[in-house]
């Protein structure tokens, strides 16, 4: 980062987060989307489930998968 301010990973975090103003902090051309690697899996649930995850995803406009990944990531993310 050449004349942009040093702030450490954490902090940036936290003002990313909040939704404060990090141009500062990140030079942007040097900056690049790292994709995780993305594995198939298959898992049986009960009709009525799909039925309940369709009327969701409908209502949110995503798909069935989306929300599938979105209520996971959500639930890895919580502190056991």
Do not use: Y
């Not at 404060?20 to 009525?48: F, S, T």
């Not at 995850?53 to 979105?70: K, N, P, Q, Y």
């Amino acid at each position: 980062m050449s004349n942009k301010s040093k702030i450490s990973a954490s902090a940036l975090d936290k003002k990313f987060d909040a939704g404060d103003d990090i141009d500062a902090h990140v030079d942007w051309e040097k900056v690049r989307v790292v994709q995780p690697k993305l594995r198939e899996v298959k898992v049986d649930v009960p009709e009525n489930w799909l039925k309940t995850l369709d009327c969701e995803a409908a209502r949110l406009g995503v798909t069935r998968e989306a929300l599938i990944r979105f209520w996971i990531g959500q639930r890895l993310a919580k502190p056991v």
